[in-house]
Every structure is written in C-alpha cells, then in structure tokens.
C-alpha cells in the first residue's frame, strides 16, 4: 500500500533541510524504509501557518493554534513506526487529527485510516490539507475519540496523539487480534509512548520512549 500524493502546487521548501530532517531521523533511531519515504515525500509545512513554515522541518512539535501543536517528526516516526511492524495495515484508527500530519503519513501506508478530533476548526482544517494532497481513502468525525469509534472497528492499529492518564477500555477492544495500540500515558510534564499489542483478549506492554502531548482531553469543542 503506497498512495502517491499529489503535489501540485505546492511549494517545496528546501531539499536540503528536509534531507537533513531525514539524517536526524535515521541517527535517533528510525530504520523503517517505509515510514522514511512518507516522511520524505509529505510537505510538512503545508500544516503550519505560514509564519511558522520556514520551520516546518525542524524536529520540533509546533503550535497549531488552540492550544494545540504538531507532534515533533521523530515521534511521528517513531508511532508509525511501532504500528507497522505488526505487518500490512487494513484499517487503522487516529485519535487526535489535529492539522493532519500524522493522518498524511498513515494515509499513505494503510488502506483505510478513520481519525477523530474534539477541536472542529482542526479537524476542517485537516480536512482540506488531505484533500489538497489528493488522499481520499481518510474518514473524519467531530468527537470526542476516547471511546474511539466502534461503527469502523475492529482496527489493525490505533494511534493516540493525546495522552489519558489511563488507556481507555474502548480502545483496547477495538483492535483485532494481533492488533496495536500506540498511546503516550500520563500526567502533564512527562508521559510513557506505550505499545499495546493484542493477541485474543490479552494485551502485552512495550514501553517505547518518554514523550510529552497535549492531554486527551473529554467532549468536544465547536469553534
Ligand atoms: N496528530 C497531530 C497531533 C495533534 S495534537 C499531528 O500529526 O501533529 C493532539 C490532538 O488531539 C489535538 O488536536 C487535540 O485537540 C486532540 N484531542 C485531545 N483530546 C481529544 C479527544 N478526547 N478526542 C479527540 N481528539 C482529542
């Protein structure tokens, strides 16, 4: 599964410091070929208000407004990385759309991607970057995802961009058998990146780094 993006017309930044991003990647850790080449091939500062696009391939998290931000590439990577190691992906679930980044990269490697986002001014502004980059297999729905969204599950992988103090019953039984939940857990100053695999209705722990994302937060915001 290898959905081109359509890149008309939009603006490259430099080659060179988004090779860099990638050499950045590559010393931290990230190996998957796969999850290189989506980075590689998906203008990240299409998501980012044009004052901050210049700095678009920096591995930083940036403010996306609403006091919300753009998870930083390498924990991008990192996630999508966790999630395709379990193999080919069918369906799999994004708690968390935000500007849609992470959304762009798992579109692009999944069959199908259902994501949710509490925050409607985010999700539409999703919306459009994905269509602008010609993805059309991505549904969408204005909620609060913590119960995660039965009608489209069971999922191969769930990616949670918010981080709960606890993992969610819901989104543990909405992965398959063999199925990943990659989730970062915890209070505001520090969280565990965890990942959760499912093998009938047992689920083992790997803990994969210490992260730091906005709280899942409950209900769901109009403007
Ligand atoms: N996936 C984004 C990261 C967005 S930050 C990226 O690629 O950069 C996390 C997002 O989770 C925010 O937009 C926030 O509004 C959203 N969020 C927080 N709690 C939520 C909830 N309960 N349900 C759905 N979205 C939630």
Known sequence: MNTKLNLSGIGMTSQRTRERLLGRL???????MEVLDVIRSTPRHIFLDEALAHRAYEDVALPIGFNQTISQPYVVAKMTEAILRGGSLDSVLEIGTGCGYQTALIGQLAKKVATVERIKPLLDRAKK???LLGLRNIDFKHDDGSSGWQEKGLFDAIITTAAPQQIPQDLLDQLSEGGRLVIPVGGDSQQELRLITRSKNEFTT???DAVRFVPLLVGQVQH
Request: proline share 0%; net charge neutral; aromatic share 0%.
């Open 26 to 32: 590559m010393s931290q850790g990230i190996t998957s």
């Open 206 to 208: 790997e803990i994969l």
């Open 129 to 131: 970057n994905l269509k």
